[in-house]
Each structure stands twice: as structure tokens, then as C-alpha cells.
């Protein structure tokens, strides 16, 4: 089982939409869980991270954690052309192993 | 100034080429990163230099050897290398290495081999 799963999509989704990508964890030692966003051709750029079990907020994203469940979400609302990316979860463990996902392609279409 | 800056953008060579990639950044970080990316797949992680020693090597082949001339400049030399070590070689930096949340990547070198 891999340490991080994400669903690869890909995601289409009307401009407006809501946006919700998931990924699952395995283990519990992970503390910290952070959001990239990876247009093509370009490297991964940081777009939310979050310690605690929660929401928080940026504009237009949500990066929610449920520690319970070993379940992170990132919801895009209002979605933008502009969005159209790849989206990689990504966390942490406490030996600062950083784990990613597989990353969500995400098309949001005008 | 917040960029990572990588070049070459694009490489392409033969197996007993010798070639290298540069990586810069003018952020003051101390953790310096080369992460390898395959199509469709996630970044994968090769080495990371910490204060311009290397402290993690992830089991890569001697062909990839790394080198940190000072904090701010990171290199990756390339010799004999293999079709299938084309991939987008990505370098990233943090404050710190334990910092490993927080990285800012470059673009990415494009490396095809023939």
C-alpha cells in the first residue's frame, strides 16, 4: 500500500465549479500536509499548508484535514480556467520525510 | 527575489555525453533539493544539501553526482547516462532542511537521453 493516495483524475469541471480533490493516508506518524499546484511544464508551486486537523482558508481554497480518518481535501471554489492544473498532496512525517501524492489533473473549462 | 532559477530548460544527450544541471536561488535558504519527476508522476526525491553538505543521497546511481559550490548555487553533473533517466530534473530549496514542507521549485531542466 502506498504511503499517500490521491486519485489522478483526470478532473473536468465547468468554470464556477466547486472543486474537491482528496487524498488518503496511511500513516498516522504524518503531522504536516501541504497543497502544490504544478501547471505543465513548470515546477510545483506551495499552495496551502496545514498543521491540525481543521480547515483553513486562502481565498478561493479550503485545505481541510480529518487526522482521524487520515483524510486531506482541497476544495477550489469558484474555479477559473486558470486552475486548470495538476494538484499534488503532499505531507510530512516526523522524521521530515516529505511524501507526495500522485497528483490530480485538473481541467476547468470556459 | 523568490525564484529558484534552473538551467538548461531543455537537455538533450547521448549516453556517454557529460553535461550538467544548475540551480540557483538568492532566498538565503540553507536546504538545497534535486527531485526527479517522470510523466504523470509525482517529484521524487535524489538528494538534499543542507549548509552545502550533502545529507541525504537517495540510493541514486553514480552516473547523477551532485555538487554545492556555495549556499546558493546547487549542480547536477551528468555522465553515462540511460534512456530511462529522461525526466524533468527539478531542484527546490527551503529555510532549513527540516523545512521540507515548505520548498520553492524551480522550472525544471527537461532531460531526454538518446
Known amino acids: 500500500q502506498k504511503e499517500v493516495e490521491q486519485d489522478p483524475g483526470p478532473l473536468s469541471v465547468p468554470e464556477g465549479a466547486i472543486v474537491s480533490l482528496n487524498c488518503t493516508y496511511s500513516?498516522?506518524?504524518?503531522?504536516?500536509f501541504m497543497w502544490y499546484r504544478q501547471y505543465s511544464r513548470k515546477g510545483p508551486e506551495l499552495l496551502m499548508y496545514?498543521?491540525?486537523?481543521g480547515n483553513k482558508e486562502d481565498g478561493r481554497f479550503t485545505a481541510q484535514v480529518d487526522k482521524s480518518s487520515k483524510y486531506i481535501s482541497l476544495f477550489i471554489r469558484d474555479s477559473q480556467p486558470s486552475d486548470s492544473a495538476t494538484y499534488l498532496c503532499?505531507?510530512?512525517?516526523?522524521?521530515?520525510?516529505?511524501?507526495f501524492g500522485t497528483g490530480t489533473r485538473l481541467t476547468v473549462i470556459p | 527575489d523568490t525564484e529558484v532559477t534552473q538551467t538548461p530548460k531543455h537537455l538533450v544527450m547521448g549516453m556517454t555525453n557529460k553535461k550538467s544541471l544548475k540551480c540557483e536561488q538568492h532566498?538565503?535558504?540553507?536546504?538545497m533539493y534535486w527531485y526527479k519527476q517522470k510523466a504523470k508522476k509525482p517529484p521524487e526525491l535524489m538528494f538534499v544539501y543542507s549548509y552545502e553538505k550533502l545529507s541525504i543521497n537517495e540510493s541514486v546511481p553514480s552516473r547523477f553526482s551532485p555538487e554545492c559550490p556555495n549556499s546558493s548555487l546547487l549542480n547536477l553533473h551528468l555522465h553515462a547516462l540511460q534512456p530511462e533517466d529522461s525526466a524533468l530534473y527539478l531542484c527546490?530549496?527551503?529555510?532549513?532542511?527540516?523545512?521540507?514542507?515548505?520548498?520553492?521549485f524551480g522550472e525544471g531542466s527537461r532531460l531526454t537521453v538518446l
Open positions: 503532499a505531507m510530512i512525517s516526523g522524521a521530515n520525510n516529505l511524501f
Open positions: 500513516n498516522s506518524a504524518f503531522q504536516y
Open positions: 532566498m538565503g535558504h540553507r536546504a
Open positions: 496545514t498543521y491540525s486537523s
Open positions: 527546490a530549496s527551503s529555510q532549513l532542511a527540516g523545512d521540507t514542507g515548505e520548498l520553492f
